[in-house]
C-alpha cells in the first residue's frame, strides 16, 4: 500500500508563496500519476495541478502561471511551489497518487492566504 503524507502548508500573506510537499512510503511513484487537489468549504474538491508519471503537466486556469508542480523520482517526492497566493486559494491541500483504479491520498495541509 502507498502512504501518501502532505507537509508545508501554513499561513500566507496575499502575494506570498509556500511549497507543498507530498512524501511517498511502501512503493516507488515512477509508474504514478501525482496530483495535487484542494478543497475550500462548502466547495468541491478540486484538482489543482498534476504531472502524470512521464512528466507531463496540467494546471487549473485558476493557478495556471503561478504554481508549478514537480517531482523528484529518486526522492520519491512530489511538489507544488505556490506563488502569487490568493485569499481564494485558501484550501485544504491534497497530494494524490494515482496508478489505474488505485488511489492514495494524503491527509491534507491547510493553506491559507490572508492578510
Known amino acids: 500500500q502507498v502512504y501518501v503524507v502532505a507537509s508545508g502548508g501554513g499561513l500566507v500573506q496575499p502575494g506570498g508563496s509556500l511549497r507543498l510537499s507530498c512524501a511517498a512510503s511502501?512503493?516507488?511513484?515512477?509508474?504514478?500519476?501525482m496530483g495535487w487537489y484542494r478543497q475550500a468549504p462548502g466547495k468541491q474538491r478540486e484538482l489543482v495541478a498534476s504531472?502524470?508519471?512521464?512528466?507531463?503537466?496540467n494546471y487549473a486556469d485558476s493557478v495556471k502561471d503561478r504554481f508549478i508542480i514537480s517531482r523528484d523520482y529518486a526522492q520519491n517526492m512530489v511538489y507544488l511551489q505556490m506563488n502569487s497566493l490568493k485569499p481564494e486559494d485558501t484550501a485544504v491541500y491534497y497530494c494524490?497518487?494515482?496508478?489505474?483504479?488505485?488511489?492514495?491520498w494524503g491527509q491534507g495541509t491547510q493553506v491559507t492566504v490572508s492578510s
Open positions: 504531472i502524470s508519471s512521464d512528466g507531463r503537466t
Open positions: 494524490n497518487a494515482n496508478l489505474r483504479r488505485s488511489n492514495y
Open positions: 511502501g512503493s516507488m511513484l515512477s509508474f504514478y500519476d
